[in-house]
């Protein structure tokens, strides 16, 4: 923000958590920073470690802070929070032994006004998952919720043009405001930041930051349903979000086709093995029903997604019909529940919605 701001980054830098060489900052362990002309308050959540230690990061904070120009006041906040049961992220240049009972805050502290995260998955790529991914989220917009939409599909994000764009802002304490598209769905994705036709190569650490950022950094606020668009198939990206946020639950998208399904198979026994309850299947380009004369044309096969949601005992969501104007609202930022709401599309999307509500309970 200031000047003035920076320097107390600067001297916060000097603090390490204690049995580290962590700075406070880099153990992400800063969960509030404030300055308000001459005072600072600051609220520390150490993971683990004693009260002697939270003590010493107290009193080194106020020993850092105070000399400063411009600083009359510094209050510290310093608390133990249990250490996090599941797999933490691990921790660059960390010293070994203490990096477990120190570890940064768990990516499910930071989007903890986030109710339910809804994750929208699909065994391979091209089965309409980004679109079932956006109207879904509009349609429980449509139902008067909170929504937030991540395209965490970040080898090939697509909502920036699906859902529109606009540009995602800063905020003073470093964090991303998601943009607010039609439905006041916020929205973020990767495509918003990077130039529309530079490829995207990730490597493992990058890509653990990125998402992270993705999740945590990004000022989702108070959300009844925070929905993201995964990447195809059950790579590292989905794997690494389901270890670290608690998914509510998982819908898998598929098309009518043996070959989908058989992807879509793949997908729900990944779910399964990580513990995400599977909330059900979404057959898309289920038929076409031809607009002069109402005949329903099942192009792909009948019946596929329902067939193979009973075999593996998950439920059925719903079938969403072909339509050449997904096609171009997607292209243009416009998506069919909210273009045509009284399409049978867009009303096939609000009944998933719907089960989908259901389903969270
Ligand atoms: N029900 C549908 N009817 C017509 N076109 C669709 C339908 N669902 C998706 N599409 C189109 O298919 C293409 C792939 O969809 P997309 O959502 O990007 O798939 P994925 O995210 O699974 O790769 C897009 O051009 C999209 O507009
Ligand atoms: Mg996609």
Known sequence: MTHHHDAIRQALRQVTVPGTTLSLEDAGVIRQLEV??????LAVALRGGT???????????????????????????????????????????APGPQVGSQAAPTWADRIAGVKHVVAVASGKGGVGKSTVA?????????????VGLLDADIYGPSQQLMFGGGQPMATADGKIMPVTGPGGVRMMSLGLIIEAD??????GPMLMKALEQFVGDVQWGELDELVVDLPPGTGDVSITLCQNV?????????????????????GLAMFTKMDVPVLGIVENMSHFTCPSCGHVEHIFGKGGGERTADELGVPFLGAIPIDPQIVSGGDSGRPIVLESPESEAARAFAKVARAVVERLG
């Open 36 to 41: 308000d002309g001459t005072s600072v308050r």
């Open 51 to 93: 009260p002697a230690g939270a003590e010493a990061v107290k009193t080194a904070v106020e020993n850092a802070l105070k000399p400063l120009e411009g600083v009359e006041r510094v209050d510290v906040d310093v608390r133990i929070v249990p250490a996090p049961q599941g797999p933490s992220l691990p921790q660059a240049g």
């Open 134 to 146: 956006a109207n879904l989220a509009l349609a429980l917009a449509g139902l008067g919720h909170r």
């Open 198 to 203: 530079q490829p995207v190569i990730w490597r």
């Open 246 to 266: 608690p998914v509510s639950g998982a819908v898998i998208v598929t098309t009518p086709q043996d070959v989908a399904l058989i992807d879509a198979r793949k």
